[in-house]
């Protein structure tokens, strides 16, 4: 199983930005997707998580600022980014088979958001 994610980058305080993740060589559907980060010094952390029915869970510190979506038929998960602030600044990895709360054995290879103050 291979995940690849897209759409990290530079954006200023209060700005926006969309993440995506497509997972390849599986047959039928990943149960759970998600998204998790890794600042400098600190231990990788859930941001949120989806499963295939819709049934989702975030981080208190990105509740209300980030959204996340997928396409169960393709295996694709989003992560809607807005308000972002400059500790959100982190390498941003895709994550596949675990559970809501739990990170699964798949993982992407990392974007990076930097956001500026």
């Known amino acids: 199983v291979q995940l690849q994610a897209f759409g990290g980058g530079l954006v200023q305080a209060g700005g926006s930005l969309r993440l995506s993740c497509a997972a390849s060589?599986?047959?039928?559907?990943?149960?759970?997707m998600g998204w998790y980060r890794q600042a400098p010094g600190k231990q990788r952390e859930l941001v949120a998580a989806?499963?295939?029915?819709?049934?989702?869970n975030y981080a208190d510190s990105v509740k209300g600022r980030f959204t996340i979506s997928r396409d169960g038929a393709k295996n694709t998960v989003y992560l809607q980014m807005n308000s972002l602030k400059p500790e959100d600044t982190a390498v941003y990895y895709c994550n596949g088979g675990g559970f809501l709360t739990r990170a699964g054995g798949w993982w992407g290879q990392g974007t990076q958001v930097t956001v500026s103050s």
């Open positions: 989806i499963t295939s029915g819709g049934s989702t």
């Open positions: 060589g599986i047959i039928g559907t990943v149960n759970v």
